[in-house]
Nanobody, 116 residues
Framework: QVQLVESGGGLVQPGGSLRLSCAAS?????????MGWYRQAPGKQRELVAR???????RYGDSVKGRFTISRDNAKNTVFLQMNSLKPEDTAVYYC?????????WGQGTQVTVSS
């Protein structure tokens, strides 16, 4: 089992920045195949935001490339999502996920709202 707790969401103005954190417990992130961030806006499907493998390989959704950065702190068993140049269309619930063996675990989600 892997437990995931997200934090760092909130309200920010367009052009602003936020950093999301996802703390994993139950397994070291060394043993987790990959961790990622997904988001879901009202009325839309959940989509990939960013993903980082256990060897540090990253992948980003097209809409966030160049603005968002995923990183990991192995000592803290935590994955981060640095979000810069935020746009109103980035408004969504952001979910952390972990791929462990053939299982996928999800956090409870954190709301990000970009509005003036």
């Amino acid at each position: 089992q892997v437990q995931l707790v997200e934090s760092g969401g909130g309200l920010v103005q367009p052009g602003g920045s936020l950093r999301l954190s996802c703390a994993a417990s139950g397994r070291s992130i060394f043993s987790i195949n990959a961790m990622g961030w997904y988001r879901q806006a009202p009325g839309k499907q959940r989509e990939l935001v960013a993903r980082i493998s256990n060897i540090g390989r990253t992948r980003y959704g097209d809409s966030v490339k160049g603005r968002f950065t995923i990183s990991r702190d192995n000592a803290k068993n935590t994955v981060f999502l640095q979000m810069n140049s935020l746009k109103p269309e980035d408004t969504a619930v952001y979910y952390c996920n972990a791929e462990y063996l053939d299982l996928v675990f999800w956090g409870q989600g954190t709301q990000v709202t970009v509005s003036s």
